[in-house]
């Protein structure tokens, strides 16, 4: 008990990170009961119910409404710098009103009451929105958007009022870790046009390649350090002592000599490790490492083929600014009969310079079919 009074005064303070204690503890002990939603967003953490989706929660949830009412949603993501706050104070607007039955307005909001725990209803399955990102009850879904997968499913306010995907906002500029780290130019998309510097994990264009060797300098243009592409044995080196050092390149990097079999002495071609190492990176960032993850699961070639898994890959690549990963889901959304959710996909793609998908926009506009374009 007296632990109970401990977690609810902390709580209340707004210092312990156990909403569940808190919630469990005997009414009678939470002394203001009115401070305590307001504190809801301080634990606005993955091990929330209401968050997380697992079934079997650990407690019975208090009236879910009385919590989303009291919760000051993050400002809704911007598709670019010019987009404002507008949208989505309307958007809130629009959640508010729809949700009028059970939303209090914030400004005259009596304290909410925790109805005794054996009263406690029965949680609504909660799906994620796509647009506004919120764990929404079944209900807030049509049928159709209900059977679509999350990243494209979108609650009725959202297709109403016509709210870009998240999917659609994020990733629409290349990110700032695709420039050539000494000209700050973002990297040219084909690959064949820049170089990887195992010493130091960096792809540097073939335009600061060759003014570093015109100035005489045959050694790294990055990092200085002596390299010679004919030793693998070295270069492996390279590449683990990286590796051993946590860095997320590296592991992404080892995992490409492992999916092609790159290198001719101490390094075999081994899909389980590279698949190992591609997840690691991808964890850790790494979009380059989720677009070959997507790639193999797409292919299923050396792995199972999974295409839900492969889509997976390919967005959260794509929403990290991965150009190919985009296209990709360009050509998966066409494939799968979506052709507004392709041209979409298309059309960033092709801004960010990616020939092939702004050829697909241009037959898009002139009404050809992709087969026969
Ligand atoms: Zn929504
Ligand atoms: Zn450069
Ligand atoms: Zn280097």
Redesign the pocket.
């Known amino acids: 008990m007296k632990d109970a009074t401990r977690t609810v005064e902390l709580c209340e303070r707004g210092v312990a990170n156990d909403l569940n204690a808190c919630i469990e503890a005997p009414r009678e002990l939470r002394k203001t009961p009115a401070n305590f939603p307001a504190q809801v967003p301080q634990f606005n953490t993955p091990d929330l119910p209401f968050h997380s989706g697992r079934t079997g929660p650990k407690f019975n949830t208090p009236d879910l409404s009385v919590l989303l009412a009291a919760t000051t949603f993050p400002p809704f993501p911007a598709a670019d710098a010019s987009s404002t706050h507008g949208d989505s104070d309307r958007q809130r607007e629009l959640w508010k009103t729809h949700n009028a039955d059970t939303t209090v307005d914030r400004g005259s909001r009596p304290p909410p009451t925790f109805p005794p725990s054996a009263s406690f209803p029965v949680r609504d399955i909660m799906k994620i929105c796509g647009a506004c990102v919120r764990e929404l009850p079944d209900g807030s879904y049509s049928e159709e958007q209900r059977g679509l997968r999350q990243s494209i499913r979108r609650c009725e306010e959202c297709v109403a009022a016509g709210n870009q995907l998240v999917l659609m906002k994020k990733g629409r500029t290349r990110s700032e870790a695709d420039d050539c780290p000494i000209c700050q130019l973002p990297l040219p998309l084909d690959m064949e046009q820049s170089a990887f510097?195992e010493?130091?994990m960096?792809r540097v264009c073939n335009g600061c390649i060759l003014a570093a060797g015109k100035r005489g300098m045959r050694d790294?243009p990055?990092?200085?350090?002596q390299?010679s592409d004919s030793d693998d044995e070295k270069t492996l080196a390279m590449i683990r002592k990286r590796v051993a050092a946590g860095d997320p390149m590296a592991l992404f990097h080892l995992g490409t000599k492992y999916h092609f079999g790159e290198f001719s002495n101490g390094l075999e071609k081994n899909m389980t490790r590279a698949v190992e190492l591609y997840e690691s990176a991808a964890e850790l960032g790494v979009k380059e490492a989720h677009y070959n993850l997507g790639c193999l699961y797409d292919k299923g070639t050396d792995v199972e083929k999974d295409m839900a898994k492969a889509i997976r890959h390919y967005e959260a690549a794509a929403v990290c600014g991965h150009v190919k990963a985009r296209y990709n889901l360009g050509a998966t959304e066409y494939n799968a009969g979506n052709r507004d959710l392709a041209l979409q996909h298309y059309l960033i793609s092709a801004k960010l310079g990616h020939d092939v998908s702004l050829n697909k926009v241009k037959d898009f506009v002139h009404g050809r079919s992709s087969d026969q374009g």
């Open positions: 510097q010493c130091c960096k790294c990055f990092c200085r350090t390299t």
